[in-house]
């Protein structure tokens, strides 16, 4: 998973079966800025969140939901300002 991110990000993620998943970013005030459903095939799948070049540069949070659990991860948004 790149981090900081620009337009995209990309997650590795290992299932332990078939099943939805989704994948939602948010802004540090906690609102959705963008949320994703995927199916997940066992072992490991390669998601890609496309549509993120038009968020401000910032700290998000990266949430994957999948059956019962939840994964999380701080992701920094940056792209060069001129």
Known sequence: ???????????????????PATIELLDMYGRMVKQVRQNLNQGLNNLTVYGLDGLANGTYALRVRYADQVLSKKMLKMVNVK
């Not at 998973?1 to 099943?19: E, K, Q, V």
């Open 1 to 19: 998973m790149a981090n900081p991110f620009a337009d995209h990000i990309t997650i590795d993620l290992t299932a332990p079966g078939n099943g």
